[in-house]
């Protein structure tokens, strides 16, 4: 019931608390150049960049419209040759940009928000996934990163029928894409030569989690350079796959082989394996879990076919829970970001960390790692590059516990539906950016 002694006053305050549970946290994200020439961080709609070459922070010029992005970003990428950088998120834009002048070189747009952004192995193609399940790709081969801002137009390359797509992966031979979704589902699909031309073929579907895919990766070997496909889920488990069959391999329950977690039961998403990465050159694959104060190391036995916990590196004296992992292929390092824009109920909207672990060198034993925390002078680019990446040097304690909650909350959203009220669903209908043009 309306206060009858300032019912205006009670009508904002209902809207205020509508408009904050249709905020979304967006948790921050992080990506490494894959010669450690640069490295990104992106927190709600802003993208940093740091130059580790020129020791110096990068400006973005953006001269497509709309300029820079407008709303969460909630994927970013290197190609693997190192010269394109994409960006997209829910402001229904995807930006490709030369990862050498740092100069937006297109801008595409999409009908629905953007989950998951992919570059194909020879950096012609982008491909990006919308929250409808629908995956696009993207012809890149006419530009180059000293021209003027083009114009570009994506096409349907496959679906998943309204489930909403969490990962995209090339396999390391290029031959194939891989999507994860929202409804445990993980496909398979071979890459058309013309992949303009609609027409796709599927290899296979791997089939087993029993809750969201969250995150897909590689781990290959000079003698195995194919590689074995791997995932993080909401069940807590980090699968291993053969993607020509489809056939589960291994399952590796990292919650409880980790010992480092005590869950009761009671709090759902607890365990969830928010991000995994590859560490290059070695059989090692790091995992973010919902609630560790750190990271779980797992070893691929690529002879076996199988999973294992190598060691569990915690971030002591700091409420640190990595949201996202990145590596380059020319260090032995792996980079860690924890934060999230958005954050209900506090007084910064956003905030994050960066943090680097070292010790990944070729070894003969995984288990015989030295896997370090290095405090933030040690880090490459040091104080000066965490103060870009993260807006400010230190950030306070408090501010990791709320970004934790908020983060394992976002993560939990993935398997709802979004509900709207009928004045809300009638707005986002008259502001539709994919209406058909009646003729």
Request: a negative charge; hydrophobic letters at 40%; proline letters at 4%.
């Amino acid at each position: 019931m309306l206060n009858e002694a300032n019912p205006k006053m009670e009508e904002k305050q209902i809207e205020e608390k509508e408009t904050n549970r249709n905020v979304e946290v967006a948790p921050a994200l992080i990506a490494v150049h894959p010669n450690q020439n640069s490295v990104a961080v992106a927190i709600g709609s802003d993208l940093r960049v740091y130059d580790l070459l020129g020791d110096c922070a990068v400006s973005l010029p953006d001269d497509s419209s709309p300029p820079f992005h407008k709303d969460s970003i909630r994927a970013i990428r290197y190609g693997a040759n190192g010269k394109l950088f994409v960006s997209a998120g829910d402001d229904k834009v995807v930006k490709i940009w030369s990862a050498e002048s740092w100069k937006c070189i297109s801008a595409v747009c999409s009908e629905k928000r953007v989950s998951a952004v992919a570059i194909s192995n020879d950096g012609q193609h982008v491909c990006f996934a919308d929250k409808f399940g629908v995956v696009w790709v993207v012809d890149l081969r006419d530009i180059n990163g000293n021209q003027a801002v083009v114009d570009k137009k994506a096409a349907p390359l496959l679906a998943h029928y309204c489930s909403i797509i969490t990962s995209l992966e090339f396999s390391p031979d290029g031959q194939f894409i891989i999507s994860a979704d929202r409804d445990f589902k993980i496909r398979v699909t071979v890459f058309p030569k013309g992949p303009l031309d609609g027409a796709h073929e599927i290899q296979s579907f791997c089939l087993g989690h029993t809750e969201f895919v969250s995150c897909l990766d590689f781990v290959c070997t000079v003698d195995y350079p194919q590689g074995y496909l791997v995932s993080g889920s909401g069940d807590s488990t980090v699968r291993l796959w053969d993607i020509i069959s489809g056939s589960l391999l291994d399952t590796c329950e990292v919650g409880a082989k980790a010992g480092h977690l005590e869950f009761d039961g009671s709090d759902e998403g607890y365990s969830t394996v928010t991000d995994l990465c590859t560490i290059p050159n070695s059989t090692l694959v790091a995992v973010a879990v919902q609630s560790l104060q750190g990271i779980v190391l797992l070893n691929c036995d690529i002879s076996a076919q199988t999973l294992s916990v190598a060691k569990v590196v915690s971030i002591k004296g700091e409420n640190f829970v990595p949201t996202n992992l990145g590596s380059s292929s020319s260090s032995g390092l792996l980079w860690m970001v924890t934060g999230a824009a958005n954050l209900p109920r506090f007084d910064h909207p956003s905030a994050s960390r960066v943090k680097v672990i070292s010790g990944f060198k070729k070894s003969s034993s995984p288990e015989a790692v030295e896997a370090n925390v290095l405090e933030d002078d040690d880090i490459p680019g040091g104080v000066k590059m965490l103060e870009k990446l993260q807006g400010s040097a230190s950030v306070e304690e408090k501010v990791f516990v709320t970004v934790a909650e908020a983060v394992k909350t976002a993560m939990c959203n993935l398997l709802i539906k979004k509900q709207y009220s009928v004045e809300k669903r009638e707005f986002r209908k008259s502001t539709r950016n994919d209406k058909k043009i009646k003729q």
